[in-house]
Nanobody, 125 residues
Framework: QVQLEESGGGSVQVGGSLRLSCAAR????????IGWFRQAPGKGREGVAA???????MYADSVKGRFTISKDSTKSISYLQMTSLKPEDSAMYYC???????????????????WGQGTQVTVSS
């Protein structure tokens, strides 16, 4: 089992930037996939971005060109750099992990094994 802890959330104005971090402890492996999800009040959990063990990245259409996912396997940390933030980006952001590859199913929360507690992002106009 992998323990995940997110940090870096906060309140920013429209157009601002934030960098979220996800620190992994426990059974960490460079081949693990890491994903970022978000959930706004009254809505389902939405896949935002994912990075595979080989470094391949995947993004939701709503964040392409604005968000960048990366990882530092030596430190077992994943990052989500968010720029040009919009009010609709406001949500609780969660990181998730799964062993091995995940492919096209990365957008589905049920595809992931381990979850962090989340960090809140609020974008105000």
């Amino acid at each position: 089992q992998v323990q995940l802890e997110e940090s870096g959330g906060g309140s920013v104005q429209v157009g601002g930037s934030l960098r979220l971090s996800c620190a992994a402890r426990g059974y960490t492996n460079p081949t693990n996939c890491i994903g970022w999800f978000r959930q706004a009040p009254g809505k389902g959990r939405e896949g935002v971005a994912a990075i595979a063990g080989d470094g391949e990245t995947m993004y939701a259409d709503s964040v392409k060109g604005r968000f960048t996912i990366s990882k530092d396997s030596t430190k077992s940390i994943s990052y989500l750099q968010m720029t040009s933030l919009k009010p609709e980006d406001s949500a609780m952001y969660y990181c998730a992990a799964v062993r091995g590859s995940i492919g096209w199913s990365w957008k589905y929360p049920t595809s992931w094994n381990d979850w962090g507690q989340g960090t809140q992002v609020t974008v105000s106009s």
